[in-house]
């Protein structure tokens, strides 16, 4: 699988995002999807996962009620709404394909897309 992220900006805190993950190959079903951030300096941390079916969704503490992750099997892409955005959510975003949300969120990732850049100025 080859997953290609985009979406990612400069836009002003309060302000929203959507990035968005196309997957290539027949396989994109079979994968629980997730993002994940990475601040200058800083460790890289999950943001959000969802499950196969979609129907279970993980967020991160920093993230929860302000970003909603969500999967379009038919156009195999997975999304990250950003809404009411803040300067410490900067960072590279990348999403990532996973046998399942709760491998996703203890890093056993099978394929990682390349990052794309959120800014969000104060």
């Known amino acids: 699988v080859q997953l290609q992220a985009s979406g990612g900006g400069l836009v002003q805190a309060g302000g929203s995002l959507r990035l968005s993950c196309a997957a290539s190959?027949?396989?994109?079903?079979?994968?629980?999807m997730a993002w994940f951030r990475q601040a200058p300096g800083k460790e890289r941390e999950i943001v959000a996962a969802?499950?196969?079916?979609?129907?279970?969704?993980y967020y991160s503490d920093s993230v929860k009620g302000r970003f909603t992750i969500s999967r379009d099997d038919t156009k195999t892409t997975v999304y990250l709404q950003m809404n009411s955005l803040k300067p410490e959510d900067t960072a590279v975003y990348y999403c990532?394909?996973?046998?399942?949300?709760?491998?996703?969120?203890?890093?056993?990732?099978?394929?990682w897309g390349q990052g794309t850049q959120v800014t969000v100025s104060s």
């Open positions: 990532a394909a996973a046998v399942s949300a709760t491998q996703a969120r203890n890093f056993i990732i099978d394929f």
């Open positions: 190959g027949r396989t994109f079903s079979r994968y629980a």
């Open positions: 969802i499950s196969r079916s979609g129907f279970i969704t």
